[in-house]
């Protein structure tokens, strides 16, 4: 099952890591304990239950961006949430979707696709820079292209 990625994610000493900033200004970047030995010895330490943190100045990123994911649903671009179940996509309609379905957002009422990962020709992250950061990634990278993974899923 592949999972997909949202949010804020910077490279410190040449690893990914999700991050986010503070009010100080600081960087936190969060880590699981996949890493956990050389997380403790690059400064992280444990913050609560498998998340370990480590917060550095911005000049200590190397480069940084929001990613979001999108795929293709019959013409439609839609923002991705997550795969369940290993086969179903869910997601939310894009608002020409809304309006061919008929089915609107509304108070309390926001509508979602689940979608057999079959039907999904492209899914894709776009990647988009983060303010004072250096950007130096490419910023549409495909998960899936023409049917076919491009990633281990």
Known sequence: MILFRYGKYCMYQNQWFDFGIRE??????????????????????????????????????????????????????????????????????????????????KPGYDPQLNVKESELDDIWEERTPINGFKFDVEPIVYLKKDGVWLVEH
């Open 24 to 105: 100080n200004g600081k960087c936190v970047l969060r880590a699981g304990t996949e890493y956990k030995e050389s997380l403790v010895k690059m400064g992280f330490y444990k913050h609560a239950g498998l998340l370990y943190i480590l917060e550095v100045n911005p000049e200590d990123i190397q480069s940084a961006y929001r990613v979001s994911v999108w795929a293709d649903y019959k013409g439609f671009i839609c923002s991705v949430y997550e795969m369940k179940d290993h086969d179903i996509v869910n997601m939310a309609p894009s608002i020409e979707y809304e309006i061919m379905s008929g089915d609107h957002t």
